[in-house]
């Protein structure tokens, strides 16, 4: 399974650690399902989004990515994505425009800064 979710102990916060290429089964199975439940549960949530040996999606999971980001894009507050690759820099920045979230890029050197910022100033409730 190259995706791994964790959600971080009453922070809502969601940890996805994914490498390899992502499927529409990782969407279907485990990806979607938690955003749910995370949505449900605690209305607005902040992912941190690490990539390590990460290669992107297969055609359908792209696709299932942007549909769930467009549908959560004000459930979302922050994305923190951690990458080794420019190119991963890149998909950062042009992601930008199609959610309500801050989002940063963060070097995989600097991934304790990235938990800190997607952490910082959580309201509970």
Do not use: C
């Amino acid at each position: 399974m190259p995706i791994k979710l964790t959600e971080l102990k009453d922070a809502k916060v969601l940890e996805v650690t994914a490498s390899g290429k992502l499927t529409d089964e990782d969407y279907q199975q485990y990806f979607i399902p938690e955003l749910e439940r995370l949505t449900k549960q605690h209305g607005k949530f902040r992912l941190l989004f690490e990539m390590t040996e990460f290669h992107g999606w297969e055609p359908k999971a792209a696709w299932d990515d942007f549909k769930l980001n467009l549908k959560h894009r004000h459930d979302i507050e922050r994305v923190a994505m951690v990458g080794e690759k420019k190119w991963q820099h890149w998909l950062t920045e042009f992601a930008k425009p199609f959610t309500g979230a801050k989002v940063r890029y963060f070097d995989h050197t600097e991934a304790l800064q990235a938990r800190a910022w997607v952490g910082e100033n959580i309201v509970s409730g």
